[in-house]
C-alpha cells in the first residue's frame, strides 16, 4: 500500500462510477480526516524514489506531476531530497561494479544511459559515470563526447 495524491483518488472514484459531487464530499471529508495530504505523499514518494531507486530530481520530479499534485508542493518536497549528485554517484557506483567485462566504451555508454533514464541531467551523468568506471578500475581514457 501506498499514500495517494487527491487528484489519484479523485481519478479512482470518478473511474469506480461515482457521482462528482459525491467524490468531492469524500475528498474533502478524507482532507479534514488526515488521510489525504499531498505535502506528505510528495515527501514520502522524494523520500522513496530518492532513497530507494536513486532517481533524479528531474525523473521525481515527472513523477509527482503525474499524480496531480501541485507544483509548489513538488518543488517543497525535492528541496528535502538528499544531493542529487550523491544520488547519481551513488547509483553509478553500483552499476558500474558489474560492467567489468565490458569495453570501457560500452560500459560508459551503458551506465551513462542507466543515470539519464533515471532522471539525471547529462552532465551530472556524465561526471558520476567517468568517477564511478575509474574507481572501478577502469582505463581514464573514456570518450570525450556523450554518447
Not at 18 to 30: A, C, H, N, Q, W
Not at 47 to 58: I, Y
Not at 101 to 116: D, I, K, M, T
Amino acid at each position: 500500500m501506498r499514500w495517494r495524491s487527491r487528484e489519484e483518488l479523485r481519478t479512482r472514484l470518478a473511474k469506480a462510477g461515482f457521482e462528482p459531487e459525491e467524490v468531492e464530499r469524500s475528498l474533502e471529508e478524507l482532507e479534514r480526516a488526515g488521510l489525504i495530504d499531498d505535502q506528505r505523499f510528495a515527501k514520502e514518494m522524494v523520500r522513496s524514489q530518492a532513497n530507494g531507486r536513486l532517481a533524479g530530481d528531474r525523473a521525481i520530479r515527472s513523477a509527482l506531476r503525474r499524480t496531480g499534485v501541485a507544483p509548489e508542493d513538488v518543488e517543497t518536497a525535492l528541496a528535502d531530497a538528499p544531493d542529487e549528485a550523491g544520488r547519481a554517484r551513488n547509483l553509478a557506483e553500483r552499476r558500474a561494479r558489474s560492467m567489468g567485462a565490458l569495453a570501457p566504451e560500452a560500459a560508459y555508454r551503458r551506465l551513462f544511459g542507466q543515470l539519464l533514464r533515471r532522471g539525471y541531467p547529462p552532465g551530472l551523468a556524465r561526471d558520476a559515470a567517468r568517477e564511478a568506471l575509474a574507481a572501478a578500475g577502469g582505463p581514464a581514457d573514456l570518450p570525450e563526447s556523450d554518447p
